[in-house]
Structure formats: structure tokens, C-alpha cells
């Protein structure tokens, strides 16, 4: 008997529209695909100020992830099942167009950084020959101190908590006029003395200082320069630091609130008048510390 040749019964053509709408949403569900379209929704430019920095959520976790910017490696911070990283540009970093490169398992991803030029003034200290040795040491044991002091303070930045310990935007320590501005030039005695670190901010002898926002102390003791100093984690290796204290009122190891009393004003250290220098670090990059209380750390 011949036998007839089998075939498929045909397919009505609005099942085949269905059958190709759920191909469809089956890929562009695919988690490389969610992915993919999640990194798309990264801005292509974002635009820094010298000494500002920035955060920038990921939509991926920090595993498999590497980030360079400004010539050195950005770290990663999960958040969840994602990911944050908190970028400084220094005030080192001449003005102009820079590539931040992230490195994911898929993909290499360019977000190019517009980092504006800042007018830093120039600011000539004249001082006795003692008060300049606070800076300048001849003496032998003078000079092994103060680079002792600079060893504890690099130390003390890497104790950093693996998460963030602050508290929505950070406060003013203490309210007074600003002296010397973030990032000025300064001389003393006709002599280069290298940047300001951060902002001095006048105010009356024993004026308690608080904390800008909740952490744990890592550094309070007096040194040569910089006088009494209190130095607190706010971690993922962000710190300020509160320095030329008349008092230290914290201890090492200390958790601390937004807002509680650390010290007071001082003219400790290398100072010409009551004082406290507040400075803000990010990965052992010093950032103007306004941009901590103008919400830079949003995201």
C-alpha cells in the first residue's frame, strides 16, 4: 500500500505572531540582555569639578568589576545585588576630558568625565622661625616625628569600614568664617608649601567641633603639625578630619552620631590663630568636604 507523506498541520498565522512575541520577550528577558540593557542606562558624560567627586550607582554586583579613572583603579562598593563606586578628581587633575573605564564580564563600558577648571588662590604665610620648623623641621628627631605622624594618618585612612557608616548629607562641624579655602597654593615664608587640604573655619577658642556625620573614630592624638587631631571613618574609605583642637573629646575606636561633640577649637599645631581645618579624604584623595554636605554622595 503507498503510504501518503505525513506533514504538519499548518500553523494559523496569529499563533505564529504569538509564538514570536514570546521569542522575543524570552531574549530580551535573558539576563545578559537585562543587563545589557540596564548598562545603556548609564549616562554616556558627567561633568566633575577639581577637588569635587561623585557617586555612580551600577546595575550590576561589584564582583567581575574593574574601574579606572584619572590613572588609578576606582573601587567598587556592593549595594545588594548591585553596586556604587564613589569617584574623587583631585585637585591635582588638570581640567579637561578623561575616560572612566568600567570593566564588567560582558563588556568594557566608557563614561567620558568632564573635569572643570577651579581658580585656587594663592595664599603667603609669614611666621616666626619656630612656628616654620611645625612644618619645616631641621632637627633630626623633629623631622623622624612628623614623618612617624604621616605614616599613622595613611594607616589610619585604611582602617575603612566595608560599608557606609554615614548617614544621609553631612553638617558643618562649626559655623565661622572660611580663612583659607580648599586647594589654595600656599607659601610660607616665601617658601612652597605645597596645598590646603581642606577649609579653615574661624571661631572662638573652645567652640565645641562635631562630628559631620556618623562613624568610627580612627585617629585622635596630638601631632607636630597638625596639632590635637581627630580623624573619623565614615567607610568605604571615606574619612574627615578635625585638626587643631584645643581638646580631644573622642577616643580611638569610638563610634560617633551626626552632630556629636569630637573636640573644640584650638590653635594647636602649626596655626596663627583659633581655629579648625576640616578636611575630607576619599581614597586618599582630598575632596573639597562642601561637596559632602551639597549631597555629592547621593545615589
Known amino acids: 500500500m503507498k503510504q501518503r507523506p505525513c506533514s504538519l498541520p499548518p500553523v494559523p498565522p496569529l499563533a505564529g505572531l504569538s509564538l514570536i512575541v514570546v521569542l522575543f520577550l524570552a531574549a530580551a528577558l535573558a539576563p545578559g540582555s537585562r543587563a545589557a540593557s540596564d548598562w545603556d542606562a548609564l549616562p554616556d558624560r558627567l561633568t566633575v569639578e577639581q577637588g569635587g567627586l561623585f557617586a555612580l550607582p551600577l546595575p550590576t554586583a561589584a564582583d567581575g568589576l574593574e574601574v579606572q579613572a584619572f590613572g588609578r583603579p576606582i573601587p567598587v562598593h556592593p549595594v545588594g545585588e548591585k553596586s556604587v563606586m564613589l569617584v574623587p578628581a583631585s585637585y591635582h587633575v588638570p581640567a579637561g576630558t578623561y575616560k572612566l573605564t568600567i570593566r564588567s564580564p560582558e563588556a568594557d563600558h566608557i563614561i567620558l568625565v568632564e573635569v572643570k577648571a577651579r581658580a585656587f588662590p594663592v595664599q603667603a604665610l609669614v611666621v616666626p622661625p619656630s612656628t616654620e620648623q611645625l612644618v619645616r623641621p631641621e632637627d633630626p628627631a623633629a623631622l623622624e616625628r612628623k614623618e612617624l605622624e604621616a605614616r599613622k594618618v595613611a594607616a589610619s585612612r585604611q582602617r575603612s569600614a566595608e560599608r557606609p557608616l554615614w548617614d544621609g548629607p553631612f553638617v558643618w562641624p562649626v559655623r565661622g568664617r572660611i580663612t583659607s579655602d580648599f586647594g589654595l597654593i600656599r607659601t610660607v615664608n616665601g617658601e612652597p608649601n605645597g596645598r590646603h587640604s581642606g577649609l579653615d573655619i574661624a571661631a ?19 601631632h607636630m603639625t597638625t596639632g590635637n587631631t581627630v580623624i573619623i571613618d565614615h567607610g568605604w574609605r571615606l574619612s574627615t578630619s578635625y585638626l587643631h583642637l584645643s581638646e580631644i573629646l573622642v577616643k580611638e575606636g569610638q563610634r560617633v552620631a551626626k552632630g556629636e561633640v569630637v573636640g573644640r577649637v584650638g590653635a594647636t599645631g602649626f596655626a596663627t590663630g583659633p581655629h579648625l581645618h576640616w578636611a575630607a579624604n576619599l581614597d586618599g584623595v582630598f575632596v573639597d568636604p562642601r561637596a559632602l554636605i551639597d549631597g555629592a554622595l547621593d545615589f
Open 204 to 222: 572662638p577658642e573652645g567652640t565645641p567641633v562635631v562630628a559631620a556625620n556618623g562613624g568610627v573614630v580612627v585617629l585622635a592624638e596630638n
